[in-house]
C-alpha cells in the first residue's frame, strides 16, 4: 500500500431513509520513524544485537512484529554471524493488498499507516475494496545483526587463553617481524576524531596564513634594503 492511498468501505457510511449509504474512505498515511522498523517499499528493516557468544555459537532471537506476533528465529551451532550481516524472513514484510488470507489489519504504530481498530469498527477488512495495482506483493522483513564484543578487562587472561586455543589462528605475517616497527594503536569515536581533525586543519590553515602575511611585509622591506 502506498502513501495517500484509500480503502473504501462501501455502503458503510450514515443511513437516511430513502437514501443509499455513502462510502467510508481512509486515506492511508505514512509516518515517518518507527522504534524498530523502517519500511522501504513493500519490505521491512530492523536490527538485532547479537552477543559474541551468541554469533559464534548460535543465537535464538525473537522479534515482536507490528501486529505483535513474536518471531524466532535460529541459528544452528556453528553457523557464525558477522557484525553487519543481513537475514531475510520470507514474507513477513508489509502485506498483499487483495489477499483474503494475509491479516491486513495490522495496527501499524509509528512507522507505518493507522488503521485505528478498523475491524472492530467496520468488519473484516478483506471486505474492503482497493485499487488493483499488481506491483504490490508480499515484502520481506530483512534483520541486520549487530555483535556485541566484550567490554575492555571483561574477560579474564584464563578465557583469552581459552579462546585463542579453540578458534582458528590468524594468517602468518608476509615479512619478518624483526624488521617490523611496533605502534601503539588508541581506541577513537570516528565521528569526534573526524570532527576534530578537520577543526585543527582549519585553525592551522588560518596560522600560516596570518604568519605568511607577516613574513610577506618583512621581505618586501628587506627587498627594498
Known amino acids: 500500500m502506498a502513501e495517500n492511498e484509500k480503502v473504501v468501505f462501501e455502503g458503510m457510511a450514515d443511513e437516511k431513509p430513502g437514501v443509499q449509504a455513502g462510502d467510508v474512505v481512509f486515506v492511508l498515511q505514512l509516518k515517518q520513524k518507527h522504534s524498530v522498523f523502517q519500511r522501504k517499499g513493500r519490505d521491512l528493516f530492523c536490527s538485532k544485537d547479537i552477543s559474541l557468544r551468541d554469533a559464534l555459537c548460535g543465537a535464538a532471537v525473537t522479534i515482536t512484529h507490528l501486529d505483535k506476533r513474536v518471531l524466532l528465529i535460529k541459528t544452528e551451532p556453528g ?29 501499524l504504530i509509528g512507522l507505518l499507516w493507522l488503521f485505528c481498530d478498523l475491524e472492530h469498527r467496520f468488519g473484516d477488512l478483506t471486505h474492503a475494496t482497493y485499487p488493483h495495482d499488481d506491483r504490490f506483493a508480499q515484502g520481506n522483513l530483512y534483520v541486520e545483526f549487530s555483535v556485541v564484543f566484550p567490554t575492555p578487562k571483561a574477560m579474564t587472561p584464563g578465557a583469552v587463553e581459552a579462546l585463542r586455543a579453540l578458534l582458528p589462528a590468524g594468517d602468518s605475517m608476509d615479512e619478518d617481524m624483526e624488521d617490523a616497527e611496533e605502534h601503539n594503536m588508541r581506541t577513537v569515536d570516528i565521528e569526534q576524531e573526524l570532527r576534530r581533525r578537520k577543526e585543527e586543519y582549519q585553525r592551522n590553515q588560518a ?16 627587498a627594498q634594503q
Open 79 to 107: 553457523e557464525v554471524i558477522k557484525p553487519g550481516e543481513f537475514r531475510c524472513i520470507d514474507n513477513e514484510g508489509m502485506p498483499m493488498k487483495s489477499n483474503p488470507f494475509i491479516k491486513v489489519s495490522i495496527c
Open 207 to 222: 596560522y600560516d596564513s596570518d604568519e605568511d602575511e607577516g613574513m610577506g611585509g618583512q621581505r618586501v622591506q628587506c
